[in-house]
């Protein structure tokens, strides 16, 4: 995907390297979280996140003490227009296309929301290395890309996409695209108000109904995701879409638990099936519509 003019006045920042925490680099992380999915799949996560494997780091995120302080050390700010902005972004090629991704995102869903003459606020992008905090805990680069509403932020380690490339096959631009394009859909959702509302029904519900509405969330997120490509499709180049349909096949919950040696349970899921985050990767994909990605009002997901 041609993504290769990023706007300066996006909100983005080098954590760095934090201190304290489960230990594991990118390129072992993702080895690491795998033995422990037996265990974990089913449980009722906090953040969203664009992958089953991004959820159960969740898990760890929250196991670590709720909230916490945002920082770490050696950590860079880049505010609106400042030179940061650019020492960040630039660091290395996979940062640079991240930012890209960001920007495209943002300028594509001010507009939406200007048409609807709502406000859009910019999630703020942090990258870190290895470890660090958010304000939802803590950040593991085991946990892949994640969003936390806390403070409206996307956090990422980029060696994560190599992990997801080798051992799940999900690689290419537009894949990692993707990744970025679903944690903006959960910032979507907490600006219009959804995120709130489904965590209040979650409080009140029993674990497998919780999990079901965590499962529309995240094809909802999908189905964001989607609705950015297809308006921009002018920078879509040849292959991408089979890249995109490949990583949401790849991340679907029945897919990674089979992976894991489990029989897929359903009232375990929490992200939707592959064929759920296909189809609704798909539709945003061809309507272009924020309107026709509402996931909690149809009975057939």
Known sequence: MRLDDYDKDIKVRDLGRGKGGFGGGGGGGLAMLLNFLPLL?????GCGTVLLIAAVGAFFMYSNGGLGFLG?????TATAGSSNADEVCTLDPMRKEVCDTLSSL???????????????????????????????????SAMGPFYCPADEGIYIDTSFFGDLERRMGAGGDFARSYVIAHEVGHHIQKLEGTADQVRQMQARSSKADGNALQVRMELQADCYAGVWAGLNADRIEPGD??????????????????????RPVPESFTHGTSQQRMTWLRKGLQTRDPSQCNAFQTNRL
């Open 41 to 45: 799949l089913g449980r009722k996560l």
């Open 106 to 140: 943002d300028n594509t869903w001010e507009r939406l929301f200007q048409q609807n003459g709502a406000r859009y606020r910019t999630p703020t992008l942090s990258f870190f290395t290895d470890r660090n905090r958010s304000a939802c805990g803590a950040a593991q």
């Open 241 to 262: 879409l089979e890249e995109g349909m490949r990583a949401a096949n790849a991340i679907g919950d029945d897919t990674i638990m089979k992976s894991a040696g489990r």
């Open 72 to 76: 770490g050390s050696g950590e860079q």
